[in-house]
């Protein structure tokens, strides 16, 4: 059993997560019945903004999340994050922000937009990897860039480079489409050792919180794939 979502949107009124505490609370309740004990808070940051002074604010509502649920006695554990939009400037301020890697390890978590060219994530890769950093590249099986070109060659360079590749709970199952469920199986397939399941959950109702269903799939359908996204997970929060 998973036991550890890295890429998850659980702060209230942050980003286009859940707006109120009790709907924290509630996608908490989810987790937690779903066995999740350890929950990274990986809401959007976008180095446009002011950086440290939003990422204060998610810390309070983080432990104000944290206290709500340990006195309702869930389970679960709230670990800071952040889910970064790839910027030039981003690779310049990741190295002076520990508050926006996942925990206390030196791995991040990033996305692109729809507008990016593909070909600047491997350049990115690169340069924050050189300052001994760890990017997680979120939901690849998702990028429209990735659907009309040979996916699992367009991502070896940036595996080559230092990234590790998250990939979606919801889209093994079903949630984004069949693009996103085939897309999610030729990564898998693909890069066995490089990759990790996150749930992305972003509220209670849809985007649920939970690993369970899709890694019983998995497991099902590649048997010790399961067991590899746990040892990869591990590396990634260890590295220092």
Known sequence: MLKTDLHAHFLFATDDGPKTLAESLRMTRLAAADGVRDVYCTSHLDTEDKVATILADRKMKREALQQAAAAEGLPVTFHRGAEWMLTPEMVEVLPETPEGWLGNSRAFLFEISAYHPF??????????????????????ERYRQLATTDAAAALVPVVAAGAALQLTAASFTGLFGSRAEKLAWTILDAFPEDVVLASDAHESEVRVPGLSKAAALIEKKRPGAVARMEKHMAALLTAA
Request: glycine fraction near 4%.
């Open 119 to 140: 070909s600047v994530v491997p350049m990115a890769v690169k340069a924050t990897a050189a300052w001994g950093l760890k990017p997680l590249f979120a939901h690849p």
